[in-house]
């Protein structure tokens, strides 16, 4: 394990790369970033970059691409079918992921959408450890339901559990005799568990899933898309896995399953996404599915360049230096906070940095949506834009009632090797002026709510004045400062 030491005594992250080329970003002011609130319908997806500061929202595609994956681009092999650049991704998804069969798809949830259309119908039901909202989307959009089946552990925000999003393997084992093995087509494992904080899991709890997956004859599905940052912290936390290398773990991870999916624009910073496997009969019931939604099974949908940029992405991700990058930042962001009693998710996970919005807005009821509404005032006070992950991205139950989500989450996004430590140090800044602050923010209601996945193009707006009574004390404390 590397870690380089401060002779002052300073714990800090220290950036193992150089910027070579920058993008200017724009800090713009307080009026016109409500003003921006109030154009995007108080929802950071609908945000320009032009008004955006520091852009959290996501690491999905917005990892910094190496030297590397720009220079392999330039060598794309443009072809409709049988291109060499296809040949090289085929190659290092059986090297990196050990998987034989791979199937392009043009990003995630493409790959879920895949899966649930060839596997789930009325009645089925599929265990996972977690939800991620698309994967549930296509799930119950093909009739089936979900069952989440974490420890209570998962849910406690101040915790120093290592592995939250392990999975609770007696209730999986009590749930598939429930709803009998035949109606379970497979079991969903998500690596660095999304939506309750970037979570992982241990090795440990993935053999034992694997078990009894193998009892019932049952599926074993990994959802990879962050499996390169959930197999750095089982070398960090899990004791067996201590001097093995990252190849070894993910190796070790990818063996228990018997399909691996990924969003390529978080496994391997860059976009695209597949479905693999080494087993022929799966590969060909999914096979036909490619050229139906995604485009020939030498593209599926992706650019030949981006398939070049994820060969040497999914290479690099074995690389610990490049891996550690964004969960090191995040730990330094969490501890910090932490330290000035912002209530935050810990341990540190992966993808970002989760601060809780059910604490610091315990005065706004989850019907006025306390984590959308804390991911407005932090935009509105700072230019940062993080994204709600509470009952706004949650989807209403099939009679049309609210489901009000577990945890009330804005997430900081800490995409690889993009942001400085000062930018994080402004981060630390005002999220504490805004924790401060926090009886200032008010709630937020609906104006247009789609019926899918509505926290995408959902618009709300305030139930009252609070932006302005935050405006109001931005100014006396900063004055002039953007
Ligand atoms: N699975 C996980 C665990 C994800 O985090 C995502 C995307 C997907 C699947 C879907 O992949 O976006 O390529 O279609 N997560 C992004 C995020 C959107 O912001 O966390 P996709």
Same mark, same amino acid.
């Given at each position: ?212 997956? =193998? $009892?019932? %004859? ?5 959802? /990879?898309?962050? #499996? !390169? ?108 906070? =932490? $330290?000035? %009693? ?5 341990? /540190?996970?992966? #993808? !970002? ?118 405006? /109001? ?10």
């Amino acid at each position: 394990m590397q870690e380089i030491k401060f002779f002052n005594g300073e714990n800090i992250p220290l950036e193992l790369h150089k910027v070579r080329v920058v993008q200017k970003l724009h800090l713009v002011p307080i009026e016109r970033r409500l003003e921006a609130l109030h154009e995007g319908g108080f929802n950071t997806f609908k945000l320009k970059t032009k008004d955006v500061f520091l852009d959290m929202l996501t690491d999905s595609g917005t990892n910094a691409m190496s030297d590397n994956q720009m220079a392999a681009m330039m060598q794309a092999d443009d072809a409709y079918a049988g291109s060499q650049s296809f040949e090289r991704l085929q190659k290092a998804v059986e090297d990196v992921l050990g998987k034989k069969y791979y199937l392009p798809v043009h990003q995630g949830r493409a790959a879920e959408n895949i899966l649930s259309v060839a596997y789930v119908k009325n009645g089925s039901l599929v265990p996972m450890n977690y939800h991620f909202t698309t994967a549930m989307a296509h799930i119950t959009t093909n009739g089936g339901k979900i069952a989440e089946l974490l420890y209570d552990e998962a849910y406690v925000i101040n915790s120093d559990h290592p592995f939250k999003g392990n999975m609770n393997i007696e209730k999986l084992e009590e749930i598939i005799k429930l709803h009998e093995p035949k109606n379970v087509p497979f079991i969903r494992m998500e690596a660095s568990t999304n939506l309750i904080g970037g979570q992982p899991f241990s090795v440990k709890n993935l053999r034992d899933v694997r078990a009894l997956a =193998d $009892k019932y %004859g049952i599926r074993l599905v990994l959802d /990879a898309s962050l #499996l !390169g940052e959930n197999a750095y912290l089982v070398m960090k936390r899990e004791e067996e896995f201590k001097n093995s290398t990252m190849a070894e773990i993910i190796k070790t991870m990818t063996d228990l399953a018997d399909i691996v999916y990924f969003s390529a624009r978080k496994l391997s910073s860059s976009r695209g996404g597949g479905i693999c496997t080494n087993n022929v009969e799966v590969y060909k019931e999914l096979e036909a599915y490619i050229p139906l939604y995604e485009g020939f099974l030498t593209y599926g949908g992706i650019s030949s360049r981006e398939i070049e940029a994820m060969t040497v992405g999914l290479y690099e991700t074995l690389d610990e230096t490049m891996i550690s990058q964004s969960p090191s930042f995040i730990k330094y962001l969490v501890d910090s906070l =932490d $330290k000035k %009693g912002v209530p935050v998710i810990k341990p /540190a996970g992966v #993808l !970002g940095a989760h601060i809780d919005a059910m604490q610091i807005c315990a005065h706004i009821p989850q019907s006025e949506y306390p984590a959308g509404a804390l991911a407005a005032a932090l935009y509105l006070i700072s230019g940062i834009r993080g994204m709600e992950r509470g009952s706004v991205s949650n989807q209403r139950d099939e009679y049309g009632n609210e489901t009000y989500a577990d945890m009330e989450l804005v997430r900081l996004a800490v995409p690889r090797r993009v942001f400085t430590l000062s930018q994080i140090k402004y981060v630390e800044d005002r999220v504490h002026w805004l924790y401060q602050n926090r009886h200032l923010i008010g709630g937020l209601r609906f104006v247009y709510e789609p019926p899918v996945l509505r926290f995408f193009m959902g618009g709300l707006e305030p139930v009252n004045d609070w932006t302005h009574q935050l405006i /109001a004390k931005f100014k006396e404390d900063f004055g002039e400062s953007l």
